[in-house]
């Protein structure tokens, strides 16, 4: 984003003021961006800072999984870190190169104070004196940090010092390889990982990265504690998340929703399904053909499908989808999906970051492809061709980018199968040609912009 | 203890020596990139492996060892 900040109206009313109800993370009403002192007058000082070992141990008990798309267990990460030799280093990720997404910057301009305290607690766990906040290109939001950071500085609050780094606007920038590579002042590009565990930067030294949502559920954790977590969301996905929704009405909204929350709650979706062939479900906001879940390495489903599926990963993994990092698209009944998916599959391959061959030869052929598949009377050879190119580039690069957008485009072409069909004899099924997933704007056709 | 063959694809540049070294467990793709076949290398097959490693003019293959 340029210096657009659609700033979300909070989409949920509190149940009671006080961290009993949601939201915890955005303010109780309005979209006032939280200073210091409101900040501290809402939540109070810092709990555990000095006690390193009883956060890891209470985030292990609260069940929290990294927001940032990967759900990885935060405990985990803070158990390796505190572990690691030398101390690693330590960067809260709001790089959201997701176009479809913009919690992170919602939640940073809203609440940066607590992305900050968990940050600080982060820092503190793996022993170091510095910290990242590697944040989006955006100069509204980087001066608003900046101000946030200083007023931190001059209260004396803190005792890790923060550097904010701004990330390039590409889909890959948040990719935690692609993120050390920044700090170390080389392209945001990502790496190629034999060995797991924490990425290290170029001297050996590892880095503890933790997405800014992530940081900002660390910082109530150790103020309220595991069991007051617990009380959102499910057994197996305790908590709430930041979602970006795009509703069928053409609205965008980041909003805070228990984990296992249902999808046709989430987006207004009736539980009927009506139209010919029960494939469409009407919505407060329109007629709706398809919900992309996970965002653009995410997965389609049926709306009827959708409408009786909680928003929580085990329930999505089996049908090849994922909670992700929060976005969920309900494609209008105008719009021809397959349409849809081709636009942003041409997006994703210009993404590649042309390091893995599998990649940067398979996902543009790919992408061309299912433009074919997305016109009138397509050469069935593009389907095979498709498929052939699919299985190759799935799983064979550095980084999770082919996979993810395989898994995307598999989607498509499974939930739009009868859609395929109409294109096969001439027809479809969309009226309304104008573009409804986001993609950024005027994107340069230039490869070189990583840094 | 087995090994296996891992292709670093970042560093891969498709020059196919692997293959012509190798073509027991490794194939290319269309766009002349090695696939490594998903099994542990054969005992038998263990010194051409070794051979196609040291061979790979990008550094890109390596043998890792699995418990």
């Not at chain 2, 012509?20 to 099994?39: F, K, M, N, S, V």
């Amino acid at each position: 984003m340029t210096d657009s900040l659609t700033l979300p109206p909070p989409a949920l009313a509190p149940a009671a003021p006080g961290p009993a109800g949601l939201p915890r993370l955005l303010p109780a009403a309005g979209t006032v961006p939280a200073d210091l002192r409101a900040h501290l007058a809402r939540h109070g000082p810092l709990r555990y800072a000095g006690s390193p070992g009883r956060l890891a141990a209470e985030a292990a008990a609260a069940g929290l999984t990294g927001r940032g798309g990967a759900a990885f267990p935060v405990a985990r990460k803070l158990d390796a870190a505190a572990q690691a030799r030398p101390a690693p280093l330590v960067a809260g990720n709001g790089a959201e190169g997701e176009p479809a997404s913009s919690k992170d910057r919602s939640l940073l301009w809203i609440s940066p104070h607590l992305v900050l305290d968990g940050l600080q607690l982060a820092a503190e766990a793996a022993r170091s004196t510095t910290a990242v906040l590697y944040v989006q290109r955006n100069q509204r939001l980087h001066a608003r940090l900046a101000q946030a950071i200083a007023e931190r500085a001059a209260a004396g609050v803190d005792a890790a010092r923060v550097d904010l780094v701004p990330a390039p606007e590409r889909f890959l920038a948040g990719e935690e390889s692609a993120l050390v590579s920044r700090l170390t002042g080389r392209p945001a590009v990502p790496a190629y990982r034999p060995v797991r565990g924490l990425p290290r930067l170029a001297p050996g030294r590892p880095a503890l990265v933790q997405n800014v949502e992530t940081l900002a559920h660390l910082a109530l954790i150790a103020r309220y504690g595991a069991a007051w977590f617990r009380l959102a969301g499910t057994e197996s996905e305790p908590g709430s998340m930041l979602a970006t929704l795009h509703l069928p009405g053409g609205r965008t909204s980041v909003t805070e929703v228990p984990l296992g929350i249902g999808l046709a709650d989430l987006l207004g979706l009736d539980t009927v399904p009506a139209g010919p062939g029960g494939d469409i479900v009407p919505s407060a906001g329109g007629p709706v053909r398809a919900v992309l879940v996970g965002g653009y390495h995410g997965a389609w489903l049926p709306a009827a499908e959708a409408a009786r599926l909680p928003l929580a990963n085990a329930a999505l993994r089996p049908l090849g989808a994922a909670v992700g990092a929060g976005v969920v698209a309900a494609l209008p009944a105008g719009r021809c999906g397959l349409a849809e998916t081709a636009r942003v599959a041409r997006y994703l391959a210009l993404e590649s970051a042309g390091q893995c061959g599998p990649c940067f030869n398979g996902l543009p052929r790919i992408a061309a492809a299912l433009d074919h598949l997305a016109g009138p009377r397509p050469d069935q050879r593009a389907r095979a061709d498709l498929e052939r190119w699919a299985g190759l580039a799935a799983g064979r690069g550095a980084c999770h980018h082919p996979d993810g957008s395989v898994r995307f485009i598999r989607s498509a072409l499974r939930v739009f199968a009868a859609e395929a069909g109409l294109h096969e004899r001439g027809r479809c099924s969309g009226t309304d040609p104008r573009p409804f997933l986001p993609l950024p704007a005027g994107r340069p056709a230039s490869d070189a912009d990583w840094s | 203890m087995e090994e296996r063959l891992r292709v670093n694809p970042v560093a891969c540049a498709g020059h196919g020596a692997c293959a012509e070294l190798l073509p027991e467990l490794i194939t290319l793709d269309e766009w002349g990139y090695p696939i490594a076949a998903d099994q542990p290398v054969p005992r038998g097959l263990r010194r051409e492996a070794r051979r196609a490693v040291s061979n790979c003019p990008a550094l890109a293959l390596a043998l890792a060892r699995v418990a």
